[in-house]
C-alpha cells in the first residue's frame, strides 16, 4: 500500500517502467520514504471469504482497527493511507494475499482464523523481519507471528448462564439448550464446554443438544437444525458457526415473532440488530457472547507503535477484556445482569473455574458425556 505510492513517484521521476518500479517496492527500499505517506503504524488485515461483514470476529478485527485509528466503520478516513483490508475468496489466495502484504511493507499483517496457520507459518519463516499476528491459534513455530487466543469458554460460560437464569425467570419447565457449532476443533469445543456448563451451573441435569454445520458459510442448515430443535422444546440456541449461525437467529426470529418464547445467542459481536424483528425494537437475540478480538488488535498495535512487539502467544480472558457478554436486550433484566456480573467477578478472581476442553468438562459431574466437541 504505502509502499506502492512511494514507488509509482519514483517511477514517475525516473520515468523508468513500470516492471523497474515496482521491483524496487519492497520493504527495505522504501522505508525512508514512508512516513512521507503515513505517520501511523500501517496495518493490513486479511481475513477468509466471510469477510468484515460476518457479524462476527472479522467484524471485531476490524473494529478494533478502526478504534485504534480513531475511525468510524462509516468514515474509515485512513483506509487506504494507514490501514486496510484483504478478503480471500478461497484458500489458494492465502499465500499470495500474505505475500502480497509482505511485498507491500505494513508494519504488521494480520490474519483471522485458524484456517490460515500453514499459509502463515510458510509466509512467516520466509520474512523473519515483517511482524505477523493470528487471530485464533497458538501452535504456530515462527518467532515473529503475535499469536492471540481468547478465553471463549469463561464468555460461553457466561451466556450459558444468562439463557438459564432467563428459562428460570419465565418459569419454563425442564427446559432444553442447545449449541451449532460451525467447524468441529478444539477453539469452538471451548464455546461449547464453556456455555454447558453456564447452563448446568444454575440448572443442574439441564439437557442440552448440539449439532455441527461443518462449514462457516451455511446458513441454512443451521436454520432448519434450529427449526427442529425449537420445534422439539429446545428454549435457547447458542451458534459459534460464523456466518452459519446467521440461520439460528433468522430462525429465532421468525418464531418470536410468531409469539414462540425461543431465543438466539449470539456470537464474537454483539449480534442484537441481527435479531431485531420486523418494525419492532424486540430482538431475538437475548444476548452474544462478546469476543472482543478488537481488544487484541488495538493490543499489538501498540506494541508496533512501541517498539516492544513480540512474537508470542497472548490469552485475552475476561480480566484482559478479551471476552463478555451483552446486556443490549432489556429481556436481559438487571437482575439477571446482576447475577451474571457476579459470576464474571468469581471467574476473575478464580472462584470460579471453567474447563477449555471436551476431555477437562467430561470430569466434571452432571457434565454430558456425548457431545460432538472434539479437542484437536
Given amino acids: 500500500m504505502k509502499k506502492i505510492f512511494f514507488c509509482l513517484s519514483l517511477t514517475a521521476l525516473a520515468a523508468v517502467s513500470l516492471i523497474g518500479g515496482l521491483a524496487g517496492c519492497r520493504k527495505k527500499s522504501a522505508e525512508p520514504a514512508a512516513a512521507a505517506v503515513s505517520q501511523d503504524v500501517t496495518v493490513r488485515l486479511l481475513t477468509d471469504a466471510t469477510g468484515i461483514d460476518d457479524k462476527s470476529y472479522n467484524a471485531a478485527a476490524w473494529r478494533g482497527i478502526l478504534e485504534y485509528y480513531g475511525d468510524t466503520w462509516a468514515s474509515a478516513s485512513k483506509r487506504g493511507i494507514s490501514y486496510d483490508v484483504v478478503t480471500a475468496q478461497t484458500q489458494d489466495m492465502y499465500i499470495p494475499n500474505l505475500r502480497q502484504a509482505t511485498d507491500e511493507g505494513y508494519d504488521l499483517i494480520v490474519a483471522t482464523g485458524f484456517t490460515w496457520a500453514d499459509a502463515l507459518t510458510e509466509v512467516a519463516a520466509d520474512n523473519p523481519d515483517q511482524k505477523y499476528m ?112 446467521n440461520g439460528t437467529i433468522a430462525q429465532a426470529k421468525e418464531y418470536r415473532a410468531a409469539g414462540r418464547n425461543v431465543w438466539a445467542i449470539g456470537v464474537d459481536s454483539d ?26 488488535l488495538v493490543y499489538a498495535l501498540n506494541e508496533v507503535k512501541n517498539n516492544t512487539f513480540k512474537g508470542e502467544v497472548i490469552t485475552f480472558d475476561i480480566g484482559k477484556d478479551g471476552v463478555g457478554y451483552s446486556t443490549t436486550n432489556p429481556a436481559l433484566d438487571r437482575e439477571i445482569v446482576a447475577q451474571l456480573n457476579t459470576l464474571q467477578q468469581q471467574i476473575v478472581s478464580g472462584q470460579i473455574t471453567i474447563a477449555a476442553s471436551n476431555a477437562e468438562a467430561k470430569k466434571i459431574a452432571g457434565f454430558p458425556q456425548n457431545l460432538k466437541a472434539i479437542d484437536d
Fill in 271 to 296: 449480534q442484537h440488530e441481527e435479531g431485531l424483528l420486523p418494525n419492532s425494537s424486540e430482538s431475538a437475540v437475548l444476548t452474544s457472547m462478546l469476543k472482543r478480538v478488537e481488544t487484541s
Fill in 134 to 245: 493470528i487471530v485464533d491459534v497458538d501452535w504456530l513455530a515462527p518467532p515473529n507471528i503475535m499469536q492471540a487466543v481468547y478465553a471463549e469458554h469463561e464468555g460461553s460460560f457466561l451466556v450459558g448462564a444468562a439463557a438459564a437464569l432467563k428459562a428460570k425467570a419465565d418459569g419454563i419447565a425442564n427446559p432444553r439448550f442447545g449449541f451449532i457449532g460451525g467447524v468441529p476443533g478444539a477453539t469452538i469445543t471451548k464455546f461449547e464446554v464453556g456455555y454447558v456448563q453456564g447452563v448446568l451451573s444454575v440448572i443442574p441435569g439441564a439437557e442440552i443438544v448440539d449439532y455441527y454445520v461443518n462449514s462457516w458459510g451455511e446458513p441454512a442448515l443451521a436454520k432448519t437444525q434450529a427449526k427442529n430443535w425449537y420445534d422439539s422444546g429446545v428454549y435457547a440456541i447458542y451458534s459459534a458457526a460464523g456466518g452459519s449461525g
